[in-house]
């Protein structure tokens, strides 16, 4: 028994440290409703919008995992796809240092990418993650099998959530380059690339093929706005060479400014660790690498490698933000690739302890920011619930009004209401967690009354006919802030009207 254990010890090493920091990162979050945003649509029922999107196996996957939106299970979920990806990582890399290992494993689990999409896209959370194991899948096959698998799962992972297409790229740069350190032939690493290559585009374009024939069949039309896919390889508008610059400085800005706990300083880290894989990589080329075509293959991986884990902002043109860049957290690899090359001396020691020193930080630091997100969300909850029961009762106070049969428009944006205001305490908390409430525009008014209160909504929305109307009105909790317009009763709950009005 003893045997093995030893045998499969670095594997349950890494389970270990996957799911300690997960419970003390998101522990909270997993235990607890919060259900906010998008994931309001707790019963979901959004399946031509993913097909538009291009997210064509998500409504698949919830035949198999349902379409209720239980979070003790999607958190087991997406706990145990994220394990499995770990375990894959240090085994592709043949980590074996346990502080080494529980170190990734940590500033990994407590991504700024994986806080934002618990904190606020909960329902999403065990399919992003999903998509994150076959991207790894993707590039394990394309080492230990054969590209054509690696290629079947890169097309999974596309149709669960594309933006995790960049995790695959930055792993195989890194896989490229921990080649070449290891004395692998340049030519055969080169020809490795353009494999992988190849791998990614076959997989890309039999994804579009299906996502083309599921759109077909269904009627569906391909989104051409916020998240879809209408524009992509269009650049008839853009110029390139800014979209590059731009491409890289994003990466930089992420790991200059991230989003977290006193993140100035785990900036500072971040950047520390960046210049010292930099010097690192420059003393390698200087006393170990002997050719000059592995030296230039090298140094243009590393080069590439900022630009690889933010394609897609490259593809979508500019339209990113926090849910889709978990590939920022490989700078930790990269740093522990390079930290395993260097000698034991007393100068390199000192550097290898500083090194462990800036990715403690940064560990310590996403832990307090994960539970300061949940906890501000938590209480958001709350005060929504307080708003939401206070606007149902002045909706039932209106003469002629009729639950479930009288037309209601809820209109207003919250954070132009006169009762918004951001909570103290929690300025640092900012991103996709930095609302005051758990519902912030109409159309999850609607979700709020109707799956967290229970309340029968019969849904109405107004054309632009109405907008004098609307805007003669004042806002809620003022005493003509509800009012018939026509046959809908309508609530202005913020100054503001601009969603639902046609």
Not at 264 to 269: E, I, K, T, Y
Not at 294 to 317: A, C, H
Not at 422 to 450: H, I, Q
């Amino acid at each position: 028994m003893l045997e093995k254990i030893q045998k499969y010890e670095t594997e349950l090493w890494t389970v270990l440290c996957v799911l300690f920091f997960n419970i003390i990162a998101h522990g909270y979050r997993f235990v607890n409703l919060m259900f906010n945003g998008d994931s309001l649509l707790i019963y979901q029922t959004d399946q031509n919008w993913k097909y538009s999107i291009g997210r064509i196996f998500q409504p698949f996957y919830w035949k198999l995992r349902g379409d209720l939106v239980a979070p003790m299970l999607i958190a087991t979920l997406a706990v145990f796809y994220f394990t499995a990806a770990l375990v894959l990582i240090v085994w592709m890399f043949k980590l074996q240092n346990k502080l080494h290992i529980a170190l990734l494993c940590a500033l990994l689990a407590v991504n700024i990418t994986t806080t934002s999409t618990f904190a606020t896209d909960f329902h999403e959370g065990d399919t992003y993650m999903l998509a994150l194991l076959c991207a790894t899948l993707c590039v394990t096959l394309f080492r230990k099998a054969h590209p054509v698998l690696g290629g079947v799962f890169i097309c999974l992972c596309l149709g669960f959530y594309q933006a995790y297409l960049q995790l695959a790229i930055g792993l195989l740069i890194l896989l490229f380059m921990q080649d070449l350190l290891e004395g692998k032939d340049p030519a055969k690493v080169f020809l490795s690339g353009l494999k992988s290559i190849a791998m990614l585009l076959g997989g890309s374009i039999v994804y579009t093929l299906i996502m083309r024939a599921l759109l077909h069949v269904k009627g569906i039309v391909l989104a051409d706005h916020y998240n879809g896919l209408t524009n992509v390889g269009d650049y008839s508008t853009t110029s390139i060479p800014r979209l590059v610059v731009d491409t890289y400085l994003y990466v930089i800005k992420e790991w200059w400014n991230p989003q977290t706990f006193r993140s100035r300083f785990v900036g500072l880290a971040n950047m520390a660790l960046l210049l010292a894989a930099a010097a690192t990589l420059l003393w390698i080329l200087a006393t170990k690498i002997k050719q000059n075509s592995t030296r230039l293959l090298l140094l243009v991986l590393f080069l590439l490698f900022p630009f690889g884990i933010n394609v897609v902002y490259f593809i979508s043109k500019g339209m990113e933000h926090t849910l889709m860049t978990f590939s920022f957290g490989l700078l930790y690899l990269l740093a522990v690739l390079f930290l395993q090359e260097l000698p034991h001396n007393k100068t390199q020691k000192f550097l290898r302890y500083a090194a462990y020193a800036a990715m403690g930080l940064g560990i310590w630091c996403n832990v307090i920011y994960a539970n300061q997100s949940y906890l501000k969300v938590a209480l958001e909850e709350k005060a929504t619930d307080a708003l939401m029961v206070r606007v149902i009762d002045r909706l039932e106070q209106t003469e002629g009004y009729v639950p479930g049969e009288t037309p209601i428009a809820v209109v207003g944006l919250l954070p132009t209401s006169p009762l918004y205001k951001t909570m103290d305490g929690f300025e640092d908390v900012r991103g996709r967690t930095a609302d005051a409430y758990t519902v912030s525009w109409e159309n999850t008014y609607y979700l709020y009354m109707e799956n967290v209160l229970n309340y029968p909504v019969k849904r109405s929305y107004l054309t632009k006919d109405d907008q004098a109307a609307v805007d003669a009105m004042p806002t809620f909790p003022a005493d003509d802030c509800c009012a018939f317009i026509g046959d809908t009763l309508v609530v202005k709950v913020g100054s503001v009207v601009v969603t639902d009005l046609q």
